[in-house]
């Protein structure tokens, strides 16, 4: 009896050691076997955008006769996804993701440039300012899919009845949010907000500061040379940061220092706030919650503190490759990646998120125009493609392109705790600002 | 002959009971090896090391990760918003806990009563976020509205958005949310206590504050304890509905010592800073738990 107990024992140890240790070389053999299984991960941003990628991968890979396995991602997870991947080296073979999550891939050389693609395909077809985005050493590391542009969105019968024009410069900017602070029914409360500076620490909070950083000129790094210029800009980044606050205290509602996005969005669908910086997703908001304010929506760039303008704040996706494998399979997933790029499909893609998504190319350009989902807003495609072709637009932290900076930026708090700060009268503007840019240096040479 | 033989067999059966205990440990010890006294051992090295999570190798840097943190002019911040968050808590579940139960325990309360009152423990903690983010919401939150109408917040103001009452919101949902758990051990514990006390007492005279004072009370000394050591080490180490609510604002007045962790290692993907940071997170518990029972064995005394 003591021996079979024994034995027993003994076995199940064993057999625990054997199958834990044993599960990856499984895994390997069964990689092996198939191969012609494509991995792509991509950042759920809405369910609309994930069942036209779904759709697209399966016809390419029906026309390409291989298998492929799509895994959507939050994007509050991708950070904490993507190290856990490069540290165990699962990364997938081909990955949907904003600017950051690729400069990310990029600084743990996981990537395949992509020039060659984008050659076949006709450079020239390509926005070049997306191009340049993707760009570090040389060499485009990922294929533009579409990108987004940060603009005033308003409310334009608003802006009629109180005889308001587009303001041209901050100080316009301000009077008109103080004039459409609307206390409609005369009860000594708010109806209507001007403009909700919204500062929620999870990624809004720097997202609206970069907008009005790069209005007034003051960069992270310096878009030629890549050197850190934000400790030079001290100055002019107080002068940004009082100007915020001004705001917040005159024509914000004191909540919006915890809003993100969907309060921000939701508030102008609403009609409780009559403009707000947004990448144009207030639109499908608009189309869902509340159609019948879609036609008093307009768009307009937020000015320079004198007019001028230096540069907005955008974003975008793109489609990378890891470099992982042999050539014949770095061959295929760039084969899948070129199919994914008809003026059609491209136009598709963006289409998923109409107004808030601006595809890639020029000929997909065209397509989206036409598409009823868009036909309202000819006035405002107009105004954000022309921002994407004439003017400056840049990530956080990607102002030279390519940089691991901008995704610690993204999944960092401080820009949000300071920025709040500020806001609740804890901290003085001199002192987040000093603040701001020991943690950027510190970041700065984290990475280098 | 015949003896010698005897105690042979009974150092045999010895021996053997005892290698018996021992196989019947060894995969317990090998789990406690793998999952908690490696990590534990690792996470200590990788506190002095800059280790990232962008480089796979690493050197020693001996106490620039501790020097850095102490020297962090939030650290102290985030310090006593861990102190707050885990002491009112605690202190909330376990009053809240141990009401419940004696109500439970008192009335003839069903299983389905019991069961519904488990409901909080089971509600995921996403969810609960979204319905705390909802019903806070400045413009059109339930709870915002009342206390706008109570004179006790601004119009349009949501208690996230404002120090002091974020971390009272969180504290109060949290307490919502976990005090099913020392209600189920209170009440066990209650059920085990000798109603023969009770009617003693009765005959006695002692009315229902006499009662509970010197009987019921100090038959729960010893759940209390373990309750609050596990609720403590819980709580303190509670990541998700603080993150999911308030995101550690606003200005860092919910920021806690696991959310500085998780921006440590997935916001700046400093491991080797993020691990100094748990290890002191690690020993202030330890300290806590040690001083705690010290105290309580103390006064037993």
């Not at chain 1, 030079?232 to 809003?259: G, R």
């Not at chain 2, 002019?73 to 202190?91: A, C, D, H, Q």
């Not at chain 2, 103001?157 to 209600?183: C, D, E, H, K, T």
């Not at chain 2, 290692?265 to 010290?294: D, M, P, R």
């Amino acid at each position: 009896m003591f021996k079979k107990m024994v034995v027993l024992v003994l076995l199940l140890v064993v057999g625990a050691m054997v199958f834990a240790g044993g599960n990856s070389e499984d895994t390997v053999v069964e990689e092996k076997d198939t191969s012609q299984k494509i991995v792509i991960w991509t950042n759920l941003t809405a369910d609309a955008q994930a069942v036209v990628l779904r759709k697209q991968f399966t016809e390419v890979a029906q026309e390409m006769d291989v298998d492929f396995e799509m895994v959507t991602i939050s994007f509050g997870d991708m950070y904490t996804k993507l190290a856990t991947a490069v540290e165990s080296g699962t990364v997938p073979d081909i990955m949907h993701t904003n600017f950051s999550g690729t400069a990310y891939l990029y600084s743990q050389d996981m990537l395949s440039p992509m020039d060659d693609v984008i050659a076949d395909l006709g450079k020239d077809d390509f926005i070049a300012s997306y191009l340049h985005v993707l760009n570090a050493e040389g060499k485009t590391w990922g294929l533009p899919d579409w990108a987004l542009h940060t603009s005033v969105w308003y409310r334009k019968d608003l802006f009629e009845k109180y005889d308001i024009d587009i303001p041209t410069d901050w100080d316009e900017f301000m009077a008109a949010a103080e004039k459409l602070t609307i206390d409609n029914d005369g009860d000594g409360k708010t109806d209507i907000y001007g403009f909700p500076v919204a500062l929620n620490a999870t990624h809004v909070a720097a997202q609206t500061f970069y907008e009005f950083l790069y209005s007034a000129g003051v960069t992270t790094v310096d878009p030629e040379t890549g050197e850190y210029t934000f400790g030079s800009q001290k100055e002019t980044a107080e002068e940004v940061l009082d100007y915020m606050m001004e705001l917040y205290h005159n024509v914000s509602p004191k909540s919006s220092i915890e809003w993100a996005w969907s309060e921000y969005r939701n508030a102008l669908v609403e009609g409780t706030v009559a403009m707000t910086l947004d990448m144009g997703a207030v639109i499908l908001m608009s189309q869902s919650n509340n159609p019948e304010m879609l036609e008093n929506l307009g768009c307009f760039d937020l000015p320079g503190p004198d007019g001028h303008k230096a540069a907005s704040f955008g974003s975008g996706y793109a489609f990378v490759a890891s470099n992982s494998g042999d050539s014949d399979q770095i061959k295929l997933k760039k084969e899948f990646l070129t199919r994914l790029y008809t003026k059609e499909r491209a136009a598709e893609r963006a289409l998923s998120r109409p107004m808030f998504a601006f595809p890639s190319l020029y000929s997909a350009v065209a397509t989206y125009r036409d598409d009823p989902k868009v036909a309202l807003f000819g006035e405002q495609i107009d105004t954000i493609t022309d921002a994407f072709e004439n003017n400056n637009w840049y990530w956080y932290g990607m102002e030279n392109g390519l940089s691991q900076l901008s995704s610690q930026i993204e999944s960092t708090t401080f820009f949000g705790e300071t920025l709040q700060s500020v806001a609740l009268g804890m901290e003085s503007t001199e002192d987040a600002i000093e603040y701001i840019d020991q943690q950027l240096q510190e970041q700065v040479a984290l990475i280098q | 002959m015949e003896r010698a033989r005897l105690m042979g067999h009974k150092r045999d059966y010895h021996t053997q009971r005892q290698l018996l205990g021992i196989i019947f440990i060894i995969p317990t010890v090998l789990f406690l090896l793998v999952f908690v006294i490696y990590p534990v051992i690792y996470n200590v090295i990788l506190s002095f090391t800059d280790a990232r999570l962008m480089k796979p190798d690493f050197s020693f840097i001996a106490f620039d990760n501790y020097k850095k943190l102490f020297s962090n002019m939030r650290f102290l911040k985030y310090v006593k918003n861990t102190l707050i968050w885990t002491f009112f808590s605690v202190i909330g579940q376990l009053l809240l806990g141990l009401s419940i139960a004696l109500l439970i325990n008192k009335k003839k309360s069903g299983t389905g009563l019991r069961s519904f009152l488990l409901i909080p423990y089971v509600v995921p903690a996403v969810a609960l976020a979204l319905v705390t983010k909802w019903v806070t919401n400045g413009d059109y939150g339930i709870v915002s509205w009342w206390l706008n109408s109570l004179g006790l917040l601004e119009y349009r103001q949501s208690p996230l958005a404002v120090p002091g009452s974020a971390m009272a919101v969180l504290i109060i949902v949290n307490i919502w949310r976990s005090y099913p758990f020392p209600m189920l051990i209170y009440w066990a514990t209650l059920k085990g206590i000798d109603k023969e006390l009770y009617d003693a007492a009765n005959v006695d005279g002692a009315g229902t504050f006499q009662t509970f004072w010197n009987i019921t009370l100090p038959h729960l000394k010893n759940t209390t304890i373990v309750l609050a050591i596990l609720r403590i080490v819980w709580t303190a180490t509670y990541f998700d509905l603080i993150w999911l609510i308030t995101g550690g604002g606003p200005a860092g007045t919910t920021t806690h010592l696991p959310i500085m962790i998780y921006q440590a290692s997935f916001g700046t993907f400093q491991t080797g800073y993020a691990s100094s940071i748990s290890v002191v997170l690690g020993l202030f518990l330890f300290i806590c738990v040690v001083f705690y029972v010290k105290k309580t064995i103390a006064n037993d005394r």
